[in-house]
């Protein structure tokens, strides 16, 4: 299987823990550069940026393999870097992919390995970064990205120890920075943050008022915890003009044979130094970096170091005649030390990066929503390895296991993966990985219910099996077998309650729950449209739907039997109603949704006491802007871009047909805009939601116009040009129509200039009402407020021109049939009063992203039967958290330890109980295992909190500022921690022991 050979890159990495390591070997900032004080200090950084896939796919990035499409091998960088490396001490170059040093490393020789571990702990060979992948900070959500940056970090601490503990954060690929990732970096206990793109508005403006370097205070809520000294790299990543020296380059090399014809060190070195003294001009201190590295450069490291030794050479002799250039080799971490010594006041910035554009016309916008059904399917793999993480800790599953399922997901988030911006053939590997892992997860969740779901240990578990399609209502067993056991796993530490949809080919079921009472049930008609989805294998044209009640990071199994009985307790059919005039209605105790039966549009909302909601909701396409990409005015919108041609979005709700479904458990209205788009809008019968359930292409194309679709939601709400966007998932950031906090914004392109990452929720607000209308996501979406009370959130795109920023291809999927992809999504809605929003977004957020899991069981004996082979109903906690606290994290750690996160879920001023600290207890909360002492870390677990340390930095009217991780009136963090509290946003990070 091909998730065993991932396994065993793992496996190989516990291999370097026994490689001995001299006391007197310097790492962290001991063998730094210093620098001369009345010199202009060049930081020379030999780097090269692997993608983790992009153009071609992992593996063939690895091994080098399909070089027609680029000349890229990671192993053959590796392996000459590191012999440079050993035949000179004064050299050093950087790391940052770990899923590629992983695989390299199982490779070596032992005695290889051990001269590896000397030039890690010399600093030579320095990781910066270190997670699996270079994360993108967009499209990603902070469960995901704290996940691979742990998994990453806790590879290079296994082989390397303190020697491979990265320092600074090295993010200078991915399209725009947000503040979540700065917080979550602080909290990992990263010194600095280097990036290489900002928008070139905010650009010109740092280098003329030398800001390119800066505190950065992402977080209101954690205040001087999640502080990070961030610094923008003057040439993005690349080497500075004319000065590549890699066997891709065409740059000439430094000829100092004086007795050659073609002699040009002189002027080569006359360049340089003019190019420092330039870039100087631009930076605080008398420190400045250079990357002198690019894509997959150093594949012959000795070309580009046989140069660079030579540049320093004959640039420093250039001391003597009065030069006051100093050029070194040196690394992230060593110039930021530098910086740090300067005595230097830095400037603060609290606002984000985000949207980046690198022209006017050029706004990054587009791949906040390109390839959605990637997008979607992340989150599936997220939402499965939390269960099989937790499942493995409950039940003591050595958590080798769950090795392939964490390097999937880590590859999932590199900034070309789920940002959708990879080829279509490397998009196709993601996938396949991805599925093979979640495959592996499966047997992780059938090898835990093996040991707690049978009542006696002679009785074998049954064997579940999963419904991989159930979003497009297919799944073999529930259709074709009479008894099925439905197991619903709860990933949640609350306890929850989940309508289930379960596709069925009968007229008539009996569900039971966990104490063998019948569960209100209805049958409900499958949509035709999705009964016609491509690649559908399924004769089921109804569902099943019932709410399941779920105990707190645990399963409630429902058995569910087809049966002729004509009882309506067993069997509860909808009635069905098509279009006519007048208002079509859903209701339940909680609100009412009205629906326009003339146009076929919602038209109102109304809660129980009677506040009305005006909203009009609707599909509308942008049209994408065809160009050569010759010039900014010709840029195409594609993977990377969003340049709609034009202001006004072209409607699809023109001619819509309806249906109603009517039931005692769910409400629906189907919607039929267009022959490739519908929509379900969805009230379930306890919900203070409303979904609505869309299906969208294939998107034609046969008018040679590529089409961006958006949803969008048009209220009387008097929200002026202030919207309110998720930052990865956590914190709200404020965001305000054709502004930008940092300079004054041109506005060149007003559509995309004003998208953003929704990675959760979109809100606006009536301030003056007190009234807000929030809307939720099942993936990352780009959205906006481009009219006052308004909200859209682009659902698919598919563009017929290539946007010229490297990927070569238009986005333009094909789908199952080769057609154009089709997808099925959700958007959930609340409307509340401002005052109650966020105790209602935040809960809804956290189950909509960690949904429930099925897995089905045949079985065939009495219902009575089952349940006294097999247990039922089973918790993992013995008391549910508070409402206010989150299990971000439970997973086996080593043997005998778990690792445990904990999260306050909301920020200081969203709710006057909610918003207050928290406390909790570890002593006798779970089920099936007891915490017998604790060890606080870092975000990332690389490093004991007792440990860990960071600089400090001055700001500009402050001196010395540090952070404080420590519980106030506490000197020293205690080792046994098994009560805490937490305050608002703050994450806890313990590694426990525990006995089972």
């Known amino acids: 299987m091909k998730w065993l050979v991932f396994l065993s890159v793992t496996i190989a990495f516990g291999v370097a823990k026994g490689i001995p390591v001299k006391e007197n070997l310097k790492y962290d900032y001991q063998n730094c550069p210093q620098g001369e004080d009345d010199k202009l200090n060049v930081h020379l950084v030999c780097h090269t940026h692997n993608d983790v896939g992009w153009l071609k796919t992992v593996d063939q990035y690895f091994y080098g393999a399909n070089q027609s499409i680029q000349r890229a091998g990671v192993q053959y960088i590796l392996d000459s870097v590191v012999q440079s490396l050993l035949h000179d001490p004064a050299k050093k170059f950087i790391y940052v992919e770990t899923a590629f040093f992983a695989r390299w490393w199982r490779e070596q020789h032992d005695s290889v390995r051990h001269s590896i571990k000397k030039l890690v702990c010399n600093g030579q060979l320095e990781f910066i970064g270190g997670g699996w992948s270079m994360n993108d900070e967009a499209a990603a959500h902070y469960n995901s990205i704290v996940d691979q940056m742990t998994y990453g970090l806790r590879i290079l601490n296994d082989t390397f120890g303190k020697c491979g503990v990265p320092k600074v954060a090295w993010q200078i690929d991915p399209f725009g920075h947000s503040k979540e990732q700065a917080s979550l970096f602080a909290q990992m206990y990263f010194d600095g943050l280097f990036f290489g793109r900002l928008d070139y508005q905010d650009k010109d403006k740092r280098l003329q008022t030398k800001t390119m370097e800066h505190i950065w205070k992402p977080s209101i809520n954690l205040g001087v915890r999640a502080d990070l000294f961030t610094g923008a790299l003057p040439n993005s990543y690349s080497p500075p003009n004319g000065f590549c020296f890699d066997i891709l380059c065409d740059d000439p090399p430094i000829m100092d044979d004086p007795t050659l014809k073609n002699f040009n060190a002189d002027q080569r070195v006359a360049e340089f130094i003019n190019i420092a003294e330039n870039q100087a001009k631009y930076y605080a201190t008398n420190h400045i970096v250079m990357t002198m590295g690019n894509d997959f450069n150093y594949q012959n490291a000795a070309v580009w170091f046989k140069n660079l030794d030579k540049l320093i050479l004959h640039v420093n002799e250039k001391q003597s005649n009065g030069s006051r250039v100093n050029v070194f080799y040196s690394t992230p971490s060593c110039y930021l030390n530098a910086l740090n010594k300067a005595n230097h006041s830095w400037t603060v910035k ?169 569960v209100e049930a209805q049958l409900i008609p499958i949509a035709p449209s999705v009964q016609k989805v491509p690649g559908r294998k399924s004769s089921a044209v109804a569902e099943i739907v019932f709410e399941a009640q779920l105990p707190a990071l645990g399963y409630a199994t429902y058995l569910m039997r087809a049966t002729t009985a004509k009882s309506m307790a067993v069997r509860q059919r909808s009635t069905l109603r098509y279009k006519a005039d007048g208002d079509w209605i859903i209701k339940n105790k909680y609100l009412s949704v009205f629906v326009d039966g003339k146009s076929g549009l919602l038209k109102k909302i109304q809660l129980a006491d009677n506040s009305n909601l005006t909203v009009n909701q609707s599909f509308y396409w942008y049209r994408g802007m065809n160009g050569n990409n010759s010039q900014f005015e010709y840029r195409a919108s594609g993977a990377y871009i969003f340049r709609p041609n034009g202001t006004s979005p072209i409607s699809l709700g023109d001619n819509v047909t309806l249906t109603l479904v009517n039931g005692s458990v769910v409400q629906e209205i189907h919607q039929v805009f267009t022959p490739w788009l519908s929509q379900i809008i969805r009230l379930y019968k306890n919900s203070e939601h409303v979904e609505f359930k869309w299906l969208v292409g294939a998107i034609p194309v046969q008018d040679a116009v590529g089409k961006e679709i958006i949803t969008r939601f048009d209220t009387d709400l008097q929200s002026g040009d202030l919207f309110y966007t998720d930052s990865n998932g956590r914190e709200m950031v404020e965001r305000k129509r054709n502004f930008r906090p940092t300079w004054v914004l041109n506005v060149s392109e007003p559509v995309a200039g004003n998208y953003y990452p929704v990675n959760s929720r979109i809100y606006i607000r009536d301030k003056k009402a007190n009234k807000q209308l929030t809307v939720l996501n099942d993936r990352s979406q780009g959205g906006s407020s481009l009219m006052n009370g308004s909200v859209e959130l682009m659902i698919h795109r598919r563009l017929l021109h290539d946007d010229a920023f490297g990927v070569g291809e238009a986005l ?38 960690m949904q429930p899991q099925l897995s089905f069981a045949e079985y065939n004996m009495s219902d009575a039967s089952y349940m006294k082979s097999f247990k039922m109903f089973s918790s993992g906690l013995k008391t549910q958290l508070p409402p206010n606290v989150h299990l971000l994290t439970l997973e086996p750690w080593k043997a005998g330890t778990v690792l445990m996160r904990f999260e306050h879920m909301y920020e200081f001023d969203e709710d006057p109980i909610l918003s207050k600290r928290a406390v909790l207890s570890l002593q006798n909360l779970f089920n099936g295992f007891d915490v017998v002492s604790t060890e606080e870390t870092t975000l990332s677990a690389n490093q004991f909190l007792s440990d860990a340390k960071r600089l400090c930095w001055n700001e500009v009217g402050k001196k010395n500022v540090c952070e404080d991780f420590l519980p106030k009136g506490s000197q020293k963090i205690r080792k046994s921690l098994l009560k805490f509290d937490l305050t608002p946003m703050q994450i806890r990070t313990f590694k426990a022991k525990v006995t089972y």
Not at 375 to 387: F, P, S, T
Not at 822 to 834: A, D, K, T
Request: a negative charge.
């Open 350 to 518: 609290t606002d984000d990066f985000l949207p980046y554009a690198s022209d006017p016309h050029a706004y990054w916008t587009g791949y906040f929503t390109s390839r959605p059904a990637l997008k979607r399917y992340e989150r599936i793999g997220n939402n499965k390895l939390q269960v099989c993480k937790q499942l493995a800790a409950r039940t003591d599953i050595e958590e080798v296991t769950l090795h392939f399922m964490r390097e999937a997901m880590g590859i999932m988030q590199h900034h070309d993966a789920i940002t959708g911006t990879a080829k279509q053939h490397v998009t196709n590997d993601y996938e396949e990985t991805l599925a093979s892992a979640i495959e592996s997860c499966h047997d992780v969740i059938n090898e835990a219910y093996e040991k707690v779901m049978p009542q006696n240990e002679s009785e074998p578990a049954l064997k579940q099996q999963f419904c991989n399609l159930l979003n497009i209502s297919q799944c073999e067993i529930t259709e074709n077998s009479s008894a099925v056991a439905i197991t619903i796993y709860n990933p949640l530490a609350w306890n929850v309650s989940k309508y289930v949809h379960i596709p069925v080919k009968g007229s008539a079921y009996k569900i039971v729950d966990y104490n063998g009472k019948p």
């Open 812 to 849: 333009n999927e094909p789908g199952v049939d080769g057609k154009g992809l089709v997808i099925r999504g959700s958007h959930y809605l609340i409307f509340s009063n401002i005052s109650a929003s966020a105790s209602k977004h935040r809960p809804l957020a956290q189950s909509f992203f």
